[in-house]
């Protein structure tokens, strides 16, 4: 059983900062890359970070300098430093990690933190 569990949501005000948390739980599960999406209302799921096992990131663009990916490995652990919060960041944001279990390639989700941000 895999499962990804997600903290670190809430609701504040535009310019602040939040910093969102994501535990893979796993057995048998061996992690590759780790990553945030994010859902606004009436739009579709979007690629907002991720970070590979290497460490090498990728941004959306509406992101770049503002959030910051990071991961413990050692923990099963990623993480989303958001700074500089606007209003057009709500959103609920969900974890992503892929892999290997049992030999196959899979893909899991968490169940979605919520970020309100007002102005």
């Known amino acids: 059983q895999v499962q990804l569990v997600e903290s670190g949501g809430g609701l504040v005000q535009a310019g602040e900062s939040l910093r969102l948390s994501c535990e893979v739980s796993?057995?048998?599960?061996?992690?590759?890359?780790m990553g945030w999406y994010r859902q606004a209302p009436g739009k579709q799921r979007e690629l907002v970070a991720q970070?590979?096992?290497?460490?090498?990131?990728n941004y959306a663009d509406s992101v770049k300098g503002r959030f910051t990916i990071s991961r413990d490995n050692a923990k099963n652990t990623v993480y989303l430093q958001m700074n500089s919060l606007k209003p057009e960041d709500t959103a609920v944001y969900y974890c992503?990690?892929?892999?290997?279990?049992?030999?196959?390639?899979?893909?899991?989700w968490g169940q979605g933190t919520r970020v309100t941000v007002s102005s």
């Open positions: 992503k990690a892929d892999g290997l279990l049992v030999g196959v390639w899979v893909d899991y």
């Open positions: 970070i590979s096992i290497a460490g090498s990131t």
């Open positions: 796993r057995s048998r599960f061996t992690i590759n890359a």
